[in-house]
């Protein structure tokens, strides 16, 4: 082999090896492309499956059936429930994002070139027009949605299940005493019954024991509101309770039993029980004659005994 051929047969060897290096350079620049590839695709996927998965939709809601039994919850009954509670709870999330949508629409007057339905000349004057006309939106639920959805974000973000029925019960503290009170108000209910057992009435009976006078500033210190308002219900339930002047559904009943009697003998159709009472109330107080006067007075001696 002559020194020419071994200098070419050389240079094609080394001019080999950059090739198969730049082979392979491209070969890992592919599989490197690919994976990412493939790892962007499974991204997506995931992301696409978690969109899905939170997307509310009445398909994802179970169609009604019949029950599979009458003891313990089969699997699949289970699973049905669960998908059912996540579809209610739903409400309570909607309540508030209709609640601040529309409270973001009034403030900023962005339906001011909307055109309204009816006379499309024209534009929407007010909130409460549009919300009615596009939405079926009722003034007064428009009103509450507005008035309500600050107080359901802030005891959201502080872990409380509030539903709508709750939340509107303390709306009048926050519209006469603030934000800070009304929250404060309901924490002090969830922490004497404890959070899950708070109910609508619960606080609606809460919120007639404060008194009329009651001072609460929106600026003061949240520790502070929550003293005074824990002070002024102690001081309420403190109070003797005013004796109920409502009738029992027991004596209900037997006042509608004896007005059908009294109808009956006196040949007329049904007699409203408070015809009865009106008459009961002109024979006691009747000084001509005393006998329903003295009935009761017996009745309440043998109650007093």
Known sequence: MSDREFELEGWDDVEASAGAAASLAQTAARVDHERQAINEQALAEQIS???????????????PVEPEGHGDLTAEEKGRLDACIEGVELLTKAYWIAGKS???IATGRLFRKLPHK?????????????ADLEHGITTSRCSKLRAAWQLGEVLN???????????REIVPVYNKHGLKAAIGLYEV???????????AARLRETVKLLPGDLALDDDDDPDRIAKTLTGALGRAEARPAKPSTGL??????????RAIALADRLDRGRIPRNEVLIHLFEAFADDQDSR???IVLERMKK???
């Open 102 to 104: 529309l409270d973001t």
């Open 248 to 257: 029992s559904e027991r004596v209900k009943r037997g006042v509608d039993q």
């Open 292 to 294: 329903v006067f003295d």
């Open 49 to 63: 499956a978690a969109v899905e998965a939170a997307r509310p939709g009445l398909d994802k809601i179970p169609d």
């Open 189 to 199: 209910v969830a922490q004497a019954v404890g959070a899950d057992k708070v109910t």
């Open 157 to 167: 973000a502080r872990g409380y299940k509030a539903p709508e029925g709750q939340v």
């Open 303 to 305: 109650v007093g005994q």
């Open 118 to 130: 009816l006379e499309p000349e024209r534009c929407y004057e007010t909130i409460e027009e549009w």
